[in-house]
């Protein structure tokens, strides 16, 4: 049974551009949370997704966005680059999201570094 | 708002010996509570999840209890190895959002 795919593992970005990560969850998984790590923030979380549809947000401005698609695989975009967006971007699915009896897996993550 | 402490930052142990990682958090409503490893520059691996309605976990070397209504719960490893090296995260879910901790940094030497 395959892992949680994120691609690509590492970008280089620089400030101002856009960037598009994506995430394929583990088959059969219809939830799919974004979380951002960074040495001074720790692990913060961005959105989740379950069935195409937000279903809840953490505290980011709105240059951070995502969507889900049929097959559950996901994609986060941030605009307007900024320096403070440097960050390991983990993606986590589950089967019916962060609620009561659900394990969350994560995958590798991407590494994003803006200049 | 919920918010999720690990003590101590970080640990380094001798080969062989037990030892225990503190998570705590401050909101008592959980749903559950689950355990991750991280190795540097790699993603989240789940150790163990507890839900709220649990007292404790256990896979291999590792048991995890919970005490929701003071908001604690411990990770046990038993026997530590070099390879037991990595950081460990405590998250605690609730209405669709995880909080996690800063993690320790555990690091087991031969």
């Known amino acids: 049974k395959a892992g949680v795919t994120q691609t690509p593992r590492y970008l280089i970005k620089t400030r101002g551009q856009q960037v598009t990560l994506s995430c394929s969850p583990i088959s059969g998984h219809r939830s799919v949370s974004w979380y951002q790590q960074t040495p001074g923030q720790g692990l913060q979380f961005l959105f989740e997704?379950?069935?195409?549809?937000?279903?809840n947000k953490g505290n980011f401005p709105g240059r951070f966005s995502g969507r889900q698609f049929s097959n559950s695989r996901s994609e986060m975009n941030v605009s307007t680059l900024e320096l403070g967006d440097s960050a390991l971007y983990l993606c986590?699915?589950?089967?019916?999201?962060?609620?009561?009896?659900?394990?969350?897996?994560f995958g590798q993550g991407t590494r994003l570094t803006v200049v | 708002k919920q918010e999720v402490t690990q003590i101590p930052a970080a640990l380094s142990v001798p080969e062989g010996e037990n030892l225990v990682l503190n998570c705590s958090f401050t909101?008592?409503?959980?749903?559950?509570l689950q355990w991750f490893r991280q190795d540097p520059g790699k993603g989240l691996t789940s150790l163990l999840l507890i839900q709220s309605s649990q007292r404790e976990q256990t896979s291999g070397r590792l048991n995890a209890s919970l005490d929701k209504s003071s908001g604690r719960s411990t990770l046990y490893i038993a026997a530590s190895q070099p390879g037991d090296s990595a950081t460990y995260l405590c998250?605690?879910?609730?209405?669709?959002?995880?909080?996690f901790g800063d993690g320790t940094t555990l690091t087991v030497k031969p």
């Open positions: 997704y379950f069935s195409e549809t937000q279903r």
């Open positions: 998250a605690v879910s609730y209405a669709g959002k995880s909080t």
């Open positions: 986590a699915s589950s089967l019916t999201g962060d609620l009561m009896n659900t394990e969350a897996f």
């Open positions: 909101d008592s409503a959980i749903y559950n």
